[in-house]
């Protein structure tokens, strides 16, 4: 089985700085996807950015960009000037390429973003 | 507007006390999935099915049911809820494309005393 590890169950940043959110997962596939989910407040869980494992360079979304080491099974999310929008909880998520039900999760890092 | 949608959104109840919670998506998604979540733990999958009348347990199907009738409606049912179901619950549906993202509904609270 896949497990997903996020190791920081919350963190704090200051307003405008950047902030590096950990993940690690374990598995023997050598393709699959890699995800990061925002879960704000209001508990809607919202897509931020996502990873092909057979893609080399890193994904990018705006401010949001990831840290994917394949090897090392590492997939860490950096927020670049961080905005009181983004306290929310961040979640990582592992899914098998074409196994398109079986989502694995972290257990949450809860980011808040001070003024 | 594409959307998943679930009632009740809060539901208080009583041990033993049959329900369902309602999941309904407007996507034409085959793919359809039900999640716990709890402090410390994440989403934990419930059950999943992969279209119309077909179904399969997750991680943590026990004390659950589910059905799929029509392909747009995925029902969660709780026939006996005991306290240990208190949870925040989500339905999600996987658009088949590229990078296979998951559409979450906006969760149903439950509280079973």
């Known amino acids: 089985a896949q497990t997903v590890t996020q190791s920081q169950p919350e963190m704090s940043v200051q307003e405008a700085e950047t902030v590096t959110l950990s993940c690690t997962y374990d598995?023997?596939?050598?393709?699959?996807?890699l995800f990061w989910y925002k879960q704000p407040p209001s508990r809607q869980m919202i897509l931020v950015i996502r990873q092909e494992a057979y893609k080399q360079q890193n994904a990018t979304e705006n401010r949001f960009s990831v840290n994917f080491q394949k090897a090392a099974k590492s997939f860490s999310l950096k927020i670049s000037d961080s905005q009181l929008g983004d306290t929310a909880m961040y979640f990582c998520a592992f899914m098998k390429l074409y196994n398109f039900n079986k989502f694995y999760f972290g257990s949450g890092t809860k980011l808040n973003v001070k003024p | 507007e594409a959307q998943v949608t679930q009632n009740p959104r809060y539901l208080i109840t009583v041990t033993g006390k049959k329900l369902t919670v309602t999941c309904s998506q407007n996507?034409?998604?085959?793919?359809m999935s039900w999640y716990r979540q709890d402090p410390g733990l994440g989403l934990r999958q419930i059950y999943y099915s992969m279209n119309v009348e077909v179904t399969d347990k997750g991680d943590v199907p026990e004390g659950y049911k589910v059905s799929r009738k029509e392909k747009r409606n995925f029902p969660l049912i709780l026939e006996s809820p005991s306290p240990n179901q208190t949870s925040l619950y989500f339905c999600?549906?996987?658009?088949?494309?590229?990078?296979?993202?998951?559409?979450f509904g906006p969760g149903t609270r439950l509280t079973v005393l």
């Open positions: 999600a549906s996987t658009r088949l494309a590229a990078y296979n993202e998951q559409f």
């Open positions: 598995t023997s596939e050598n393709n699959y996807y």
């Open positions: 996507m034409n998604h085959e793919y």
